[in-house]
């Protein structure tokens, strides 16, 4: 008998031996069991870091999830009060925002970064055009205009500010509907320009977009007229508005 015969027969022996044992206990799982406990206590010593380490961060992600859509939830009932309050003092909202800002898919970013340089000019956001987010879109804080979109990547975006000296847009006195031309001065301040000369009292107006196009639409509140800021003796006033957007100190945008 050759020695690779052997070797087969003895495998196969062993096999049967095996078999015969498993077929023996398979009546009495208990043996089993309690191998398989003893595995397991051996093992939970090597694997409860990972164990903590996985139970924390699901209760970190579930309170966060929790957290965010409490906060959703907050900064929704808190932009229909504002609208509430607009509507009861004569604001005319435009039914765009008040569609958006009613609709549970109230979109909303955070702003990841806002440069010292630029403080007054730019922000980027932490939504882009896999959140449905495009270019030109108007984006607000607290239910008033703060900005629109200006250039997109697919996670993130940049938002110029109504404060920046390039921001231009037609607006309108709600009060007067006189036309004129919302700036940004790069320091902070929002000016009216181009208003006729000779209008009377003007401060504590309220100033919203006018019609500009099909994303910026009509009637999105900026914020009341605060005062004169110049007088260009050539028949028009420039005016300083008060935003109602916190231009200065802000951490989130709706959409």
């Known amino acids: 008998m050759s020695r690779s015969t052997v070797q087969?027969?003895?495998h196969g022996l062993i096999a049967l031996i095996l078999a015969l044992f498993l077929l023996g206990v398979s009546s009495g799982l208990g043996i089993l069991k309690g191998i398989v406990d003893l595995w397991a206590t051996l093992l939970f010593i090597p694997e409860y870091p990972a164990v903590i380490l996985r139970e924390s961060y699901l209760t970190w992600r579930d309170?966060?999830?929790d957290l965010e859509k409490l906060n959703f939830e907050v900064k929704?009932?808190?932009?229909?009060?504002?609208?509430?309050?607009?509507?009861l003092s004569g604001y005319k909202v435009a039914p765009d925002i008040i569609n958006i800002i009613k609709n549970s898919n109230v979109r909303m970013?955070?702003?990841?970064?806002?440069?010292?340089?630029?403080?007054?000019?730019?922000?980027?956001?932490?939504?882009?055009?896999?959140?449905?987010?495009?270019?030109?879109?108007?984006?607000?804080?607290?239910?008033?205009?703060?900005?629109?979109?200006?250039?997109?990547?697919?996670m993130t975006s940049w938002a110029e500010l109504i404060t920046s000296p390039s921001f231009m847009i037609p607006a309108v006195i709600e009060e007067t509907r006189e036309l004129g031309v919302i700036v940004g001065d790069g320091s902070g301040s929002v000016l009216l320009k181009y208003i006729p000369a000779g209008r009377g009292t003007i401060p504590g107006m309220k100033v919203s977009t006018a019609m500009i196009g099909e994303q910026l639409a009509p009637g999105l509140p900026i914020g009341t007229i605060a005062g004169e800021y110049e007088n260009t003796h050539d028949g028009y006033i420039t005016y300083r508005v008060n935003p109602g957007a916190n231009m200065s100190r802000f951490y989130t945008v709706d959409f």
Do not use: C
């Open 8 to 10: 087969e027969l003895a």
């Open 63 to 65: 309170k966060s999830s």
């Open 76 to 87: 929704r009932l808190r932009n229909e009060n504002a609208i509430l309050r607009r509507e």
């Open 109 to 154: 970013a955070r702003v990841s970064l806002r440069a010292p340089m630029s403080w007054w000019d730019e922000i980027r956001l932490d939504r882009g055009s896999h959140d449905g987010i495009s270019g030109g879109m108007p984006v607000f804080h607290n239910g008033y205009l703060t900005g629109r979109i200006t250039t997109v990547s697919q």
